[in-house]
């Protein structure tokens, strides 16, 4: 926890180098979507805030953008709540992305269904290598799913 703290103060004190953090609720475009589809070599981990309010469509520019990056490696968004066709798109930009290590996603909501979006997407994405889906809601149910998921792909870690 106390690591946590001290690289969300680096994050705040430096917002403009290879760390980006995404907060608040601004307009209706995200203003690194360039960055992200352009492959900004600055732009290496994205950490979007619970509070920032999205959008399906700023979810959809984020999955399409991020389908052919292969500079971010860590992509956290844990605290939003993703709706079916924001977990198909971000399946869909997992079965592409070749550059995202580190992943979280989701609230307590995610629950079984959208785990197993994520899987599927997984299961298909070469790169992925650190998964963090804790107080997700996951229950026991989903443990076909991680198996599969596991035996096709070698992840270093699985927090659920």
């Known amino acids: 926890c106390f690591l946590l703290f001290l690289r969300t103060v680096h994050l705040l004190e430096t917002p403009k180098t290879s760390k980006e953090m995404a907060w608040g609720a601004r307009s209706s475009s995200i203003p690194w979507g360039k960055q992200l589809q352009n492959n900004d070599k600055s732009l290496t981990s994205l950490f979007i805030m619970k509070t920032r309010n999205l959008s399906e469509g700023n979810w959809s520019e984020i999955c399409t953008s991020l389908k052919g990056n292969t500079v971010l490696t860590e992509f956290m968004a844990s605290g939003h709540n993703l709706t079916e066709p924001v977990l198909l798109s971000i399946a869909d930009m997992l079965r592409h992305n070749k550059g995202i290590r580190r992943l ?27 998964l963090e889906l804790d107080f997700k809601g996951i229950t026991g149910d989903s443990a076909k799913e991680f198996a599969a998921m596991c035996s096709k792909r070698r992840l270093r870690r699985l927090n659920l």
Do not use: F, M
């Open 104 to 130: 979280g996603l989701g609230d307590e909501r995610l629950g079984d269904r959208g785990a197993s979006l994520i899987c599927k997407g997984i299961t298909e994405n070469s790169s992925v290598e650190e």
